[in-house]
């Protein structure tokens, strides 16, 4: 006889995320009764080109969309719908979650830096911090120059003087510098010859003194 597959009860799956193109919170999936829920937290209907969504009105603050959010995330999963509330939208996410697990991870690759013991592990911290993918000074680089081109914009539509901008660029142009003169010293580090350990050289015996001659009285 052959076996049967179990049924399950598959939830209704909502998702309340961010749109990272407008930057509305928006709502997706769902039945009438979740999109009950979500006006009931301030969330609009509204038509897609994949059907009804529900989105927060535009004009609120951060926190106030936070808040609006999270409560119809806890709403809907009382309810029994399964919800994935994305974590920059959940208020009761702790302060600074992102910040502060950076400057761990900055703390602990300094430690790893002081105690490393070979050139291997020199240059792995080095790669960390200068490597082409996913290096740190490439990712200060980016927001560097992310922030040098919205504020050209600005002091451009201002009829502002740009030279405080321009600098910030030659400083982004430093550190792509920076970063490859830290890669060719991870090379380096990378080819340190091993420590050899330490030989011991068995000591030779202590020579004995001659001994003076012995003086003969005569009789």
Same mark, same amino acid.
């Given at each position: 006889?052959?076996?049967?597959?179990?049924?399950?009860r598959v939830m209704?799956? @909502?998702t309340?995320?961010?749109? &990272?193109?407008t930057?509305?919170? @928006?709502?997706?999936?769902?039945?009438?009764?979740?999109a009950?829920?979500?006006?009931? $937290?301030?969330?609009l209907?509204?038509?897609?080109?994949?059907?009804e969504?529900?989105?927060l009105?535009h004009?609120?603050?951060a926190q106030?969309?936070? $808040?609006?959010?999270?409560?119809a995330?806890?709403?809907?999963?009382?309810?029994?719908?399964?919800?994935?509330?994305?974590p %920059?939208?959940n208020?009761?996410?702790?302060?600074?979650?992102?910040?502060?697990? %950076?400057?761990?991870?900055?703390?602990q690759?300094?430690?790893?830096?002081?105690?490393?013991?070979?050139?291997?592990?020199?240059?792995t911290?080095?790669?960390? @911090?200068?490597?082409?993918d &996913?290096?740190?000074?490439?990712?200060?680089?980016e927001?560097?120059v992310?922030t040098y081109?919205?504020?050209?914009?600005?002091?451009?539509?201002?009829?502002?003087?740009?030279?405080p901008?321009?600098?910030?660029?030659k400083?982004?142009? %430093?550190l &792509?510098?920076?970063?490859?003169?830290?890669?060719?010293?991870?090379? $380096?580090?990378?080819?340190?010859?091993?420590?050899?350990?330490?030989?011991?050289?068995?000591?030779?015996?202590?020579?004995?003194?001659?001994?003076?001659?012995?003086?003969?009285?005569?009789?």
């Amino acid at each position: 006889m052959k076996p049967t597959e179990p049924e399950f009860r598959v939830m209704e799956y @909502i998702t309340i995320t961010q749109d &990272a193109r407008t930057g509305l919170v @928006i709502a997706l999936g769902g039945t009438q009764e979740a999109a009950g829920i979500l006006q009931r $937290h301030g969330f609009l209907n509204a038509p897609g080109p994949r059907g009804e969504y529900h989105r927060l009105p535009h004009g609120l603050t951060a926190q106030d969309e936070c $808040h609006r959010a999270t409560a119809a995330s806890h709403t809907l999963l009382a309810a029994g719908y399964s919800v994935h509330l994305a974590p %920059a939208l959940n208020a009761f996410a702790p302060p600074d979650d992102g910040r502060d697990a %950076a400057r761990r991870y900055l703390a602990q690759l300094a430690e790893r830096a002081f105690d490393a013991h070979s050139g291997d592990e020199a240059a792995t911290v080095l790669t960390e @911090i200068a490597g082409p993918d &996913a290096g740190l000074l490439l990712l200060v680089r980016e927001a560097v120059v992310g922030t040098y081109i919205a504020w050209s914009q600005l002091l451009q539509t201002a009829g502002a003087d740009p030279e405080p901008a321009v600098r910030l660029g030659k400083t982004a142009d %430093a550190l &792509a510098r920076a970063a490859d003169s830290i890669l060719i010293a991870r090379n $380096h580090a990378a080819h340190t010859p091993k420590r050899l350990a330490p030989t011991t050289t068995p000591a030779s015996p202590a020579q004995r003194p001659t001994a003076p001659p012995s003086r003969h009285s005569r009789g």
